[in-house]
């Protein structure tokens, strides 16, 4: 029998919710994830002895029986419509649940009141709303631009040496892409030792800043071909998320990427990057991008060259053209979206410059870098 508390993760077949729970699993926890369906993913995270649930994170009904038992949770919010949603029934049902203690909730780096993504600001409240709860504790784990963020262009990346991306200039704005696993280290470590973490935000990162020629390069080295980054419009990236879209991103959440990747051109990304966070609290070196890529090309054989997959992607890039660009203001004028009078980007916005700004060890570690 064990004495260490039983731990819900959301999203658990996620990109984070996924190596928290095994991360939890192999450092001895009892593990529930809450899955949306029963699929290969939520198998693997079975036979590693997690236990089950599968649920809607929008129903609080469901939320309730997920949290029956448990002490801590990893609150992360999917990237879907109603974020503050996920949030509310989070709080409601950790309300009702005797000795429930300590919450590790996933947030972003852009968090912020004014924000022009309404997602964004959706997290925002989210953030204050978890705070209010006096019964339990709350870490908040802040990231950027996440690693994987690239590599849903892997194959293109792969097939036609290309990384398209509209990320500004090459060699100009820079980030310190977090990978998944490392992300979820920062989790694990504020779960297990909430007296430690209770109440601090952390900035998981990689280990330095790289431009986006940077990380084409990266790519390329990976994939052992030449992989050049372009400059894409944004009409250009609206059209590629139509086209192709990813896995997990509603129509609702592709207008809120086209925001981000402005965030992106305008240097947020930068700010205060690296940090040291993935060793102190995760407890473990932050993976350089290298390493995520060699493990995504690894594991992805569709990334290795062959006539028909290079010609299955010149006909995605085709497609892409072809496409119509979606009408970003049409789409959130229909779902009824919130718009500000007077929205800030982060780098406009003086509340978040001063609670952001580049700390003593951001410094060293990027002169270090
Ligand atoms: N990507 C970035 O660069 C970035 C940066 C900063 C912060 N974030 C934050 O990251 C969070 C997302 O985390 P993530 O990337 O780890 O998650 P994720 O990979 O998008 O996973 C979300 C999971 O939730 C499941 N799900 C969706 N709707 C559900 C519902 N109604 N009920 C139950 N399950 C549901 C999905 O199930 P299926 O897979 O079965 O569909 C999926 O497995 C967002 O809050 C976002 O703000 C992302």
């Known amino acids: 029998m064990t004495s260490r508390p039983k731990i819900l993760v959301t999203s658990a077949a996620g990109k984070t919710g996924l190596p928290t729970t095994l991360q939890l699993l192999e450092k001895g926890y009892p593990v529930r994830a809450f899955v949306r369906r029963r699929d290969h993913r939520s198998e693997a995270l079975k036979r590693s002895g997690a236990e089950i649930f ?136 504020a779960l297990i030792d909430p007296d430690k973490h209770a109440g601090r935000t952390y900035r998981p990162t990689g280990p330095a800043l790289m431009s986006p020629d940077d990380i084409a390069t990266a790519i390329g080295d990976a994939l052992g071909r030449r992989v050049t980054y372009r400059d894409i419009s944004e009409r250009m990236f609206l059209k590629a998320l139509k086209a192709v879209p990813p896995p997990n991103f509603s129509e609702a959440a592709v207008t809120q990427l086209r925001i981000y990747a402005e965030e992106y051109r305008r240097g947020a990304f930068a700010v205060n990057a690296p940090t040291d966070v993935v060793l102190t609290v995760g407890g473990r070196p932050p993976e350089r991008f290298e390493d995520i890529v060699r493990r995504a090309v690894a594991s992805r054989p569709e990334t290795r060259p062959s006539l028909a997959r290079g010609m299955k992607a010149l006909g995605s890039f085709l497609k892409i053209l072809a496409t119509r660009a979606p009408d970003t203001a049409a789409i959130e004028a229909e779902k009824d979206y919130v718009q500000l009078g007077r929205p800030l980007y982060v780098g406009d916005d003086s509340e978040w410059r001063r609670d952001h700004e580049p700390t003593v060890t951001s410094t060293a570690l990027r002169k270090a870098a």
């Not at 950790?94 to 590790?104: K, L």
């Not at 409240?125 to 631009?145: C, I, K, Q």
Request: hydrophobic share 45%; with cysteine.
């Open 54 to 189: 599968v649920g809607n994170q929008y129903a609080v009904t469901d939320m309730r029986a997920a949290m029956a038992g448990v002490r801590r949770a990893y609150h992360c919010a999917p990237t879907a419509p109603n974020g503050l949603h996920f949030s509310a029934v989070f709080c409601a049902a950790a309300a009702e649940v005797v000795g429930f203690e300590h919450v590790v909730s996933l947030g972003q780096w852009l968090s912020s009141a004014d924000h022009p993504s309404l997602f964004t600001r959706e997290v925002y409240l989210s953030d204050l709303l978890l705070r209010m709860r006096p019964e339990m504790t709350v870490t908040t784990v802040n990231p950027g631009w996440f690693a994987d963020n690239y590599l849903m262009v892997l194959d293109m990346a792969a097939q036609l040496g290309v990384l398209a991306m509209p990320l500004g200039d090459g060699s100009v704005q820079k980030n310190a892409p977090p990978s998944n696993g490392d992300i979820a280290s920062v989790t694990v470590g």
